[in-house]
């Protein structure tokens, strides 16, 4: 699989143990599609939006808005996408009205399990449809999805419903979902992770539940916040013999002056042994990230981390 | 108020905050600490923390209440008697369980389990399998047989999900719902008589809509429920009223990322909103530890002169040149380090100022090895209790 192929895909999910920084890798490869001319949008669902903050916007809501050149952002609320979700499919604007004044349906259908989740896809799908004169509205839909486990229920609700259905309009809308989830000439599902322990368990975790899941399109594995190596060998090997010398002396004075650096290595090594474990656990390309500084990632941030995507992917002549 | 005193009148201490802020590290501190201090303590986790159960010696975590041997806290160093637990909330256990205790008539009971919307929801919706880890923990707390629990929850929106599923779960199964769609499926069968009621016709809509076989199934699913509907609006109540007892209290951990922090404070917000006793702040990897350096103050040049330096770097046989790039390294890393942690300063300084009802808050630096065993834990303790003012340490 080579980079190209994930800009040719019309849907790009991410998904990862929360706090991995999922959001920060989807803003970075959505600025770096934008400056090869992609028409990009980015979904949030229904979350707090981290787009809002890293792009600056006073709001996001369930209409798509032009962030900045080429990029587009929704914030897809899921009463607004079970309202359009009614007015769309009960043909005669009449009816729909019935349904969405009913008090007790509205109840209903607030509160029932996966009707959230089912109005959501039923809105992703619309976008992934959505035509100007030229072609398709947006080129690539890359969506920000909730963290592993439920993402993977959200990639199974439309077979649920479609066992819960078994025949019907709504068979047949819900079956149309789960194609476009599975085609991989379109979609592509990539796995956002951190090299720390409780992340990469996870990370490994979902991989094998995605495989058992295997008409699922998988893609990418991001490592985000990959520590910058300070020390090269030779000075590692140095900095540990000095180590160990000032030890046995009990010169603290050196320790002192060393233990930054020690810090650093000891970090270093944990890296990687949970490099080691993705690599022997999860069958997927890993595109590395580097660790980004504390101030808030925004938009100078996302074209910086566009940059060392970019590298990474292998997409500079491009 | 001390964190000890916080947190020595409580029954149930939830940790609750965004992923990746070290939820579940930090719980099983908490959960130590009040060991140590000669309560009976249970640390409840939800995600299956394979290193947490190594370091506390278990050889797993599951639905069982496991004791921390005493010969590995005294391999740590600390008194064996301590009596700690731990386990995790199952939160794939279907909702089967629930329904045999809830449904005590056998025939009722089968004619649920095989409905076959009670079969999609059961094992593929997170609110059925959250309903069922809030019903274990009520469980737990009714039997009383610890005298602390100290539970680690889901991250962010999911951790309030977590919270509400019992109130979610019932307002899917309200009367009225329930009351409506049997009424619908019985003046349906008695033909096109009352077509003209608006209710009817949004029912046939709806049955257009969703295909015939999935309103049968619900219908005859709220059917068998009906009966069920008082037994779990009753637990539904239990269980909220315990996440408000004067006994509870609600920790928020964070990192102290600006982005991460606007969660916490999002967090802090709902937590209000729904009546949940906040009472503390835990920042972990909140500074870096600099160590006093006298040595660090000089040049580079200077330094490698000095005689202690010079001794050493000679016996590794190392060059000049390198042993001048990796003083300079070293040096930087200071600086960067002491940036990192004037960042920090700031960012949660901001915070700050926008939580006002965090009666205490707590800093833990950033270590240079994950926390993988009891000596870990303390050490985290030992940062977490060092502060009787609940202001964050001075960070250096």
């Known amino acids: ?318 | 108020m001390t964190l000890d005193e916080i947190i020595s009148k409580r029954k149930l201490l939830i940790c609750v905050g965004s992923g990746g802020v070290g939820k579940t590290t930090t719980s099983a501190a908490i959960a130590l600490h009040a060991a140590l201090s000669g309560r009976k303590t249970l640390v409840l986790t939800i995600d299956p923390a394979r290193r947490l159960a190594t370091a506390l010696g278990l050889s797993q975590l599951d639905n069982e209440e496991r004791r921390v041997p005493p010969e590995h806290l005294q391999k740590a160093g600390l008194p064996a008697d301590a009596e700690l637990y731990a386990a995790m909330l199952d939160t794939g256990r279907s909702l089967d369980a629930l329904l045999s205790r809830v449904a005590k008539d056998e025939a009722l009971q089968k004619r649920i389990s095989e409905n076959n919307i009670y079969k999609q929801l059961s094992h593929a919706i997170a609110g059925s399998q959250e309903y069922v880890a809030m019903e274990r923990l009520y469980d737990i707390m009714e039997e009383g047989r610890f005298e602390l629990v100290v539970l680690d929850t889901p991250p962010t929106k999911n951790a309030l999900d977590f919270l509400t599923a019992p109130n979610r779960l019932v307002s899917f199964l309200d009367e009225t719902v329930v009351q409506w769609f049997l009424k619908q499926a019985e003046s349906n069968g008695l033909g096109g008589f009352i077509i003209q009621k608006s209710g009817t016709l949004v029912f046939k809509l709806l049955g257009v809509l969703t295909g015939g076989d999935f309103i049968k199934d619900l219908i005859d699913f709220f059917q068998a429920f009906k009966f069920l509907y008082v037994g779990f609006r009753d637990r539904a109540d239990k269980v909220n009223k315990l996440l408000r007892e004067e006994d509870t209290v609600f920790f928020l951990i964070t990192s102290p990322e600006a982005n991460v922090l606007d969660e916490a404070a999002f967090f802090h917000d709902k937590l209000l909103e729904f009546g949940m006793p906040l009472k503390a702040l835990v920042i972990n990897r909140a500074y870096q530890i600099i160590k006093d350096c006298p040595l660090c103050a000089e040049d580079v040049e200077s330094l490698m002169k000095q005689d202690a330096i010079k001794q050493l770097s000679l016996h590794s046989g190392a060059d000049e040149k390198l042993i001048k790039s990796t003083l300079e390294k070293l040096i930087g890393l200071r600086r960067m380090a002491r940036q990192f942690n004037e960042n920090t300063r700031k960012n949660i300084d901001s915070l700050k100022n926008r939580l006002h009802r965090a009666e205490f808050m707590a800093c833990i630096p950033l270590f240079s090895e994950e926390v993988y065993d009891l000596e870990g834990l303390a050490r985290m303790n030992s940062y977490l209790f060092a502060s009787p003012t609940g202001e964050c340490k001075a960070i250096v």
């Open chain 1, 1 to 318: 699989m080579t980079a190209g192929d994930m800009f040719n895909k019309r849907l790009l999910m991410f998904t990862g143990k929360g706090g991995v920084g999922k959001s920060t890798i989807v803003a970075g490869l959505a600025v770096l599609a934008a400056q090869m001319n992609k028409r990009v949008l980015i979904v949030e669902i229904d979350t707090k939006s981290a787009m809002k903050q890293i792009f600056d916007v006073p709001y996001l809501g369930f209409e798509p808005i032009e962030i900045i050149d080429n990029i587009w952002a929704i914030n897809i609320d899921p009463k607004e996408a079970l309202e359009e979700y009614i007015q769309e499919h009960a043909r005669i604007h009449k009816l729909a009205q019935l349904i969405t004044n009913n008090k007790v349906l509205r109840y209903f259908f607030k509160t029932a399990p996966a009707v959230n989740e089912l109005v959501t896809i039923n809105a992703i799908y619309r976008l992934e449809q959505e035509r100007s004169f030229s072609g398709p509205r947006f080129d690539i839909i890359m969506v920000d999805m909730p963290a592993s486990g439920h993402a993977l229920l959200f990639l199974q609700i439309p077979q649920m419903v479609k066992r819960l259905t078994k025949r019907g309009p709504l068979f047949k809308m819900v079956d149309k979902y789960d194609r476009l989830f599975r085609d991989p000439a379109k979609t592509m599902l990539n796995i956002v992770t951190l090299p720390e322990e409780m992340p990469v368990t996870e990370t490994i975790e979902l991989f094998g539940k995605l495989q058992n899941n295997k008409d699922l399109p998988l893609g990418f594995l991001f490592i985000n916040g990959v520590p910058e190596k300070i020390f090269d060998d030779n000075e590692a090997g140095l900095l540990k013999s000095m180590n160990v010398k000032a030890e046995n002396n009990g010169d603290e004075a050196i320790s002192e002056l060393l233990f930054t650096g020690m810090d650093n290595l000891n970090r270093q090594s944990r890296f990687s042994i949970q490099m080691k474990r993705l690599s022997d656990s999860v069958e997927l390309e890993s595109i590395r990230a580097p660790r980004l500084s504390l101030a808030r990632f925004n938009l100078a941030g996302a074209r910086r981390l566009a940059e060392k995507l970019k590298l990474e992917l292998g997409l500079e002549g491009a």
